[in-house]
């Protein structure tokens, strides 16, 4: 009962508040950003973050979080895959939210912010007024309105643009990708997944303002900013920073190590294998070793493809829109399946049709290496260019050696 009392009572005192006069007001307001460090799920491995209202002196309290979604919503899972994602800002008790972060081990620091009392009137006034049923609900998108976007936008708005006047500029040429790698390395697989499905959206280079798309960079750029203090110099932005709650929980700071070479490695080593299997095709076990080995591939490159073909074409997801990995998972590998599966044969003979095509998915994933010579594609695949233009070579290689040898 006695957590739930601020939650009664914060709604009177905020409506007096937003009454009064923002100078007469604003003085028993205290500002804080709340930022929450990574957790052991996928999806809280970007941290979360939060706008904190109290009153002065330890009174009620108010926790303002955009990262909400809900489960139950009608059509969530097909708006999901079609990138039409609905988060809304809900408002909560921060003593009770703060309990949750620490038993899921998770770090928590409160930066008491340096606003006015008008700005700090400002704030709650937006925030009340957003957290409206009619107004809480807005557009998700990862990475350029996620719920730390729109804490940035919220103090940016009360303070008067300040925020992204100081942090539009300055840029440690990372991406979204960069740091979107950089967060998910825990989970190598679904990392390597997420590197695919990026298309060159993700490869922008970002100012600290577009990197305040992650909790964590928000809350160290906002350190650097500073504001006036109302006698003709200026202060921090941040007034006081506390670390709430230690972590048990590991920071994922440091990026994956460069696969670029171990992965044409690998690459290289599975075309000499589908070579070979195709040189010894007169051996039972050799001819149906190629025959599932490049069937299986052709499958994997091709429903991959077909991934990324309806991720551009038929979603929302913009960050997925125009990926040049579709030149390398390419759907057309899914025509040749039928032709790697008749390598099982000792007579196996290869179409003129399976062979066009297997030059062709050969000859495209070629130009995704050769139109990185053009300004315009931007996007980081060198991993994905690496380790499959020698299995394209190579299947394209056995193709016409076989359709040759036929037509001797």
């Known amino acids: ?66 990262g909400m979604f809900d ?53 709650l006034r937006y925030l009340e007024w957003n957290a409206r049923p009619e107004n809480a609900q807005y557009r998700y998108e990862y990475f350029t309105a996620n719920c730390s976007t729109r804490v940035r936008d919220a103090l940016d708005r009360a303070l008067g643009g300040v925020i992204k006047a100081q942090t539009v500029a300055p840029s440690r040429g990372f ?104 040189r010894a095709h007169r051996r039972p076990a050799a001819r149906t070793l190629l025959a599932i080995l490049a069937a299986a591939i052709s499958l994997m490159l091709g429903l991959g493809g077909v991934l990324l073909l309806v991720l551009w074409l038929g979603t929302e997801h913009i960050s997925a829109w125009r990926n040049e990995n579709l030149l390398l998972l390419d759907p057309l590998c899914l025509l040749l399946i039928p032709a790697w599966l008749g390598a099982r044969r000792a007579h196996w003979q290869v179409s003129r049709f399976a062979t066009a095509i297997g030059a062709l998915v050969a000859l495209l994933a070629g130009l995704a290496l050769f139109v990185k010579v053009f300004p315009g594609f931007v996007q980081d695949n060198r991993l994905w260019l690496a380790s499959l233009l020698p299995v394209h070579a190579a299947l394209a290689f056995v193709l016409l050696q076989r359709r040759a040898h036929a037509g001797a």
């Open 71 to 123: 489960f139950d919503q009608e059509n969530f899972w097909s708006n999901f895959a079609r990138g039409i994602m609905l988060y809304r800002i809900a408002v909560s008790d921060p003593v009770r939210d703060f309990e949750y972060y620490r038993e899921e081990g998770r770090w928590i620091v409160q930066q008491d912010l340096n606003l006015t009392p008008a700005q700090r009137v400002a704030l």
């Open 175 to 278: 991406t979204f990708r960069m740091d979107t790698l950089r967060l998910m390395r825990p989970e190598p697989l679904l990392m390597l997944g997420m590197d695919a499905g990026l298309g060159p959206f993700a490869d922008q280079r970002l100012s600290y303002w577009d990197e305040s798309f992650v909790p964590m960079e928000f809350m160290r750029h906002v350190r650097e900013v500073h504001v006036t203090d109302g006698a003709g110099g200026t202060q921090p932005l941040v007034a006081r920073e506390t670390r709430l709650v230690e972590a048990r929980v590991p920071d994922a700071d440091d990026f994956p190590p460069e696969w670029t070479w171990p992965a044409l490695g690998i690459g290289v080593a599975l075309g000499l294998v589908l070579l070979a299997l195709a």
């Open 1 to 66: 009962m006695f957590v739930l009392l601020p939650l009664i009572a914060f709604p009177l005192f905020a409506q007096q508040t937003l009454d009064a006069e923002p100078t007469d007001a604003g003085k028993d307001l205290e500002v804080s950003l709340i930022t929450i460090g990574p957790g052991e799920e996928v999806w809280e491995r970007f941290g979360h973050n939060a706008i904190l209202i109290r009153m002065h002196g330890g009174g009620f309290a108010r926790l303002y979080n955009y």
